[in-house]
């Protein structure tokens, strides 16, 4: 038998209503996307030459004057790798934190389940200030000490409800069998949990990759010594400089072609870019673990 072939007819109002919203998705790409654009070639585009304006689309004068200035601060290389130690150190182990605790929440059999959820959320809407905060993080010896990047960032409620709210949309008769065959918590969720979360974990280990890779105030304020500072503060410092007659008097001197504004875009690229570059290898994962672990059933 021949396959009989369906031909989708589109009426003239689809076929109207599909090029409304090609062209409407179209403009927010450009909306998006354009000033991104813009701040790469003025970035990319001679300092004194870009203060003429009428740069749009294309650099007029192609200079790295901005990259090289701060590239070759040897400040900054070394805030580059405390913030990819912290970064590649902080993630997974926030992840496995969040992850486990999100497990034991949505088991029906915790006794006081609600009344322990319940004080977790609380923390999401009432803190007890920046000063307390301050003094039990000294107390605790981690004032400028490289673990006050990572432990008090292990666990986010925001981060534990998504994986919870996963975890439980699971069928409970998995859970159940596993039982039965005698797996105990640990493995089931090492064997069983972390493979089948594997959206919602990805889903949020961007998100705690993204914070700490954009994370500063907590090394402003809560380090002195410059072999802890991170890269955003660094860039910030950089940025300071150049607002001051001084610093431009220095670049001046050492011949380069760099402004308060040419430093300023090519920090927001030196500081954007690597973290986007992680995007396309979960964003597959992203959208699937936002909307099963924001829904409950």
Known sequence: MKDIKIKKHYAPSDRVFDIISFLFLALVVVICVYPF???????INDATDAIRGGIYFLPRKLSLASYKDILTRQTFLHSILV????TLTGTPLAVLATTALAYVLSRQELLWKKPVTILFVFTMYFGGGLVPYYMVLKNLNMLDNFIVFIFPNLISVYNMILVKNYIEGMPQELFESSKIDGANDLIIFTRIILPLCKPIIMTIALFVAIMHWNSWF???????????KVMQSVLVEILNQYQTSAANQTASRVGQSVTPDSIRMAATMVATIPIIMVYPFIQKYFVKGIMLGAVKS
């Open 37 to 43: 654009w813009n701040i790469f070639i003025i970035s």
């Open 83 to 86: 913030t990819v130690l912290r």
């Open 218 to 228: 907590d090394a402003y304020l809560y380090t002195n010594s410059q072999s802890l």
